[in-house]
């Protein structure tokens, strides 16, 4: 009797063991949870927000309280973006693991320079991004800076299975790598190119290939379109020819369709982030994607 009691313990012991090793990780947006899960293949990993969501906006529900009280470690864009929610979900969490100053609250923000930073006193709004653009996510250079320091993170809060992690970075590296040659080939003819856009949603990438962002439909920062504002893009476009107008999945696009009714200027709706449940789940697929899609419309 007593063996068996002691096999069994011996078995549960195993157990407790076996599922300590797998970290948890909350995401407060897609592109960090598809990320994540290539950085770390054996983690749990769950994501706030999703392609069709705005992240600027979403509710603190409680089953987004729920996941934050499980995670080992929380990874979000930062400078703001999630300004208007994550704090009441930390709050209600009550997980030392993941509030702000605690090892496994990444803020990735603080390891990059945003661009777009505005003056606060300047804007009315608190739509705009004092802080710089949060939407850095849509620069290569700067995920693959990332990349590595997410993996790092995940080294220091998961020292035993340190040389996976490592190991998974590596791999990583040398897709993105591989695949930056031909994005960069992309980006080169995109080179020079006027675009509309609506929101800053697409601006590292807009900069980092080198077109121009002609008008924003936005007529401030972080202000929905208006129609008053959008006739007055009308001239613009029709003068400067844009090869596109884009909108991202979940912002409402009926300017950019007006306007691209009056100008003849096509209006391309691309996704700002990775879907998890669709096609385009890794960044990678990101990239693929919206670099042809930019091209196809030149
Ligand atoms: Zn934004």
Redesign the pocket.
């Known amino acids: 009797m007593q063996r068996i009691v002691s096999k069994l313990f011996a078995l549960g012991l195993f157990a407790v063991v076996n599922t300590a090793q797998a970290l948890t990780i909350f995401t407060c947006e897609p592109e960090w949870a598809s990320l994540s899960m290539e950085l770390a293949p054996d983690a749990k990993v769950f994501s706030a927000t999703h392609a069709y969501q705005d992240p600027?906006y979403i509710e603190a529900r409680p089953s987004l309280i729920s996941k934050l009280a499980k995670a080992d470690i929380a990874i979000c864009s930062g400078a703001g973006?999630e300004s208007g929610w994550l704090p009441a979900l930390q709050k209600r969490a009550s997980n030392r693991d993941v509030i702000d100053g605690a090892k496994g609250m990444l803020y990735l923000s603080r390891f990059i320079e945003t661009i777009e930073k505005h003056d606060t006193e300047f804007f009315s709004t608190e739509h705009v991004?004092p802080e710089g653009n949060?939407?850095f996510h849509l620069d290569p250079e700067r995920v693959s800076k990332l990349a590595r320091v997410i993996s790092q993170r995940l080294q220091t809060i998961d020292p035993d299975s340190s040389q996976a992690y490592q190991q998974a970075l590596e791999k990583w590296q040398a897709n993105w790598q591989k695949s930056m040659q031909t994005w960069q080939q992309q980006a080169a003819e995109l080179k020079g190119q006027p675009v509309v856009v609506q929101?800053?949603?697409f601006s590292y990438l807009i900069n980092w290939s080198g077109m121009n962002a002609i008008a924003d439909l936005e007529p401030e920062p972080g202000v929905p379109p208006t129609m008053t504002h959008a006739q007055s893009l009308v001239e613009e476009t029709r003068s400067q020819q844009p090869i596109a107008i884009l909108t991202n999945w979940y912002q409402n696009d009926r300017a950019a369709q007006w306007l691209s009714g009056k100008t003849d200027v096509k209006h391309l709706n691309l996704p700002a982030t990775v879907d998890l449940k669709g096609e385009i789940n890794t960044l990678q697929r990101l990239f693929d994607h919206l670099l042809s899609q930019l091209q196809a419309a030149r």
């Open positions: 600027h973006l991004h949060p939407h929101h800053t949603s």
